[in-house]
């Protein structure tokens, strides 16, 4: 009788925190922002498939942007390969883990990105644009 007891206990237990582990995947949502630098080379076109590809990307990949900013050209610090200047996008979104998994896959074999950067945040301020240009 004892031991019927031990393994039922034992069963419960081992079932709720498996359904706790499988709740907070799903939950851990955070919010991240991620800047992309593209080749000065490419054409309005081919920037235009950057922005849906990854926008796409996040989206499909249990993740959901928030607000998408187009910086556009400017200059580099330093000479990144052999470009001066590059391209940049800014992607606010919400996401986790497999989110970003799937994000750095693709830019890692995407030759017409040459920088990125995911930074994590507990609040996104998606009122301001700092590199917007007045028109």
């Known amino acids: 009788m004892i031991i019927y007891i031990a393994i039922i206990f034992y069963y419960s237990i081992n079932h709720s925190l498996f359904n706790l582990?499988?709740?907070?995947?799903?939950?851990?949502?955070?919010?991240?922002?991620?800047?992309?630098?593209a080749r000065q080379d490419l054409a309005e076109k081919e920037l235009l498939?950057?922005?849906?590809k990854y926008n796409l990307l996040i989206n499909s990949s249990s993740g959901k942007v928030i607000?998408?900013?187009?910086?556009?050209?400017?200059?580099?610090?330093?000479?990144?390969?052999?470009?001066?200047?590059g391209f940049y996008i800014h992607f606010k979104f919400e996401g986790n883990s497999s989110t970003l998994d799937e994000i750095k896959k693709k830019i890692k074999i995407d030759r017409s990105?040459?920088?990125?950067?995911?930074?994590?945040y507990k609040k996104l301020d998606v009122e301001n644009e700092f590199f917007k240009k007045d028109k």
Do not use: C, P, Q
């Open 113 to 120: 990105i040459i920088r990125h950067l995911i930074v994590k």
């Open 67 to 85: 607000k998408i900013e187009n910086w556009g050209l400017m200059s580099l610090a330093k000479k990144i390969k052999k470009y001066k200047k």
């Open 49 to 52: 498939e950057i922005k849906e």
């Open 21 to 37: 582990i499988t709740v907070n995947k799903t939950i851990n949502m955070a919010f991240y922002e991620n800047t992309v630098v």
